[in-house]
């Protein structure tokens, strides 16, 4: 955590633009994302092909509170949170119920609703044209720059980190864990994994609006791309790279992935290509994600 804090401290000295302070956000915002993420895949071991549609859902709840209504932002944000954790509980029951393949598909129906709901109710959202967001406000004072968002953003990760660090250290945790390795196992045990299901995956997709509020007032525009099914793809495989049940290890692949696409630049249109190579060969070659690999080296050495 305080590595963390450094290195966020720090970063400004290596960024000579707004461009880097640009991708150094987007970073910021993938990694708190993913961190919420890889409680419910890395430590609960259940899988989910549609987590944009919650960032849409918050992003859009944000951005048409704010415009529309005349919303404060927190308020909005906060709200928005409230729905969104509220429609996840509502869910995740007979979701959560599934598992294997038919959670994934289960998962990815879900996250395909929401982007439909997103895309036809055009008189809300403006449809696939998208809509305007007005900036960011916070006691008077607005998000006006990429340095003010950047210490916004740095702020908003290292409080999901704590976060999720006391989740996997808390009685919480340690339900997650043995859920993981064997839900029979858990049951036998007197834990009760449907309620712990249903709580990581309400804690994840809390996460996830307010990444996806963020995310509506830091661009200043939100189409229903944002959830769509790319995106879950995205974010799964930053906790895939990063390293599965490992929080650092989700922010590491959030950082990888998302300067992935400016490395790319010169290629366009095969992003997808390589996202696809790059989890492949992490299942084959690291099975257990970048940073717990490089970790158990470690050790050994």
């Known amino acids: ?48 092909l549609g987590h944009a549609g919650f960032v849409g859902l918050g992003g859009y709840a944000s951005a048409i509170l704010t415009s529309r209504y005349g919303w404060p932002p927190v308020a909005a944000m906060l709200l928005a949170m409230a ?11 007979p979701i959560l119920r599934l598992r294997g393949h038919y ?27 998208g809509m305007q967001v007005p900036p960011f406000t916070l006691f008077g004072a607005t998000l006006a720059n990429e340095r003010a968002w950047y210490w916004a953003t740095g702020a908003v990760l290292l409080v999901a980190i704590w976060v999720a660090n006391n989740i996997v250290d808390s009685p919480l945790g340690r339900a997650l864990r043995a859920l993981h390795g064997s839900e029979v196992a858990a049951q036998v045990a007197g834990v009760d994994t449907t309620r712990y299901k249903v709580r990581v995956f309400v804690v994840s997709a809390v996460f996830a609006s307010v990444v996806g509020s963020m995310m509506a007032h830091y661009v200043g525009f939100i189409t229903p791309q944002v959830s769509g099914f790319f995106h879950s793809i995205e974010l799964v495989t930053m906790v895939v790279v990063g390293g599965m049940a490992s929080t650092y290890g ?15 630049s010169r290629f366009e249109g095969y992003e997808m290509i390589a996202f696809g190579a790059i989890l492949m060969l992490t299942m084959i070659f690291l099975p257990r994600g970048l940073l717990p690999t490089i970790a158990a080296r470690w050790r050994r050495s």
Not at 1 to 20: D, F, G, R, S, W
Not at 103 to 129: H, K, P, R, W
């Open 103 to 129: 959670l994934a598909m289960a998962t990815l129906g879900l996250g395909i609703i929401i982007y439909m709901v997103l895309v036809n109710e055009s008189s809300l959202t403006g449809g696939n044209d």
């Open 1 to 48: 955590m305080l590595i963390t804090a450094a290195v966020i401290a720090l970063l400004p000295l290596a960024l000579p633009n707004n461009y880097y302070y640009d991708v150094a956000i987007r970073i910021g915002m993938n990694a708190a994302m993913v961190v919420g993420l890889n409680l419910l895949i890395g430590y609960a071991g259940q899988i989910s």
């Open 250 to 264: 989700a922010v590491v692949g959030a950082a990888i992935l998302t300067m992935l696409p400016q490395v790319l």
């Open 83 to 93: 729905c969104v954790g509220a429609i996840a509980f509502l869910v995740a029951r």
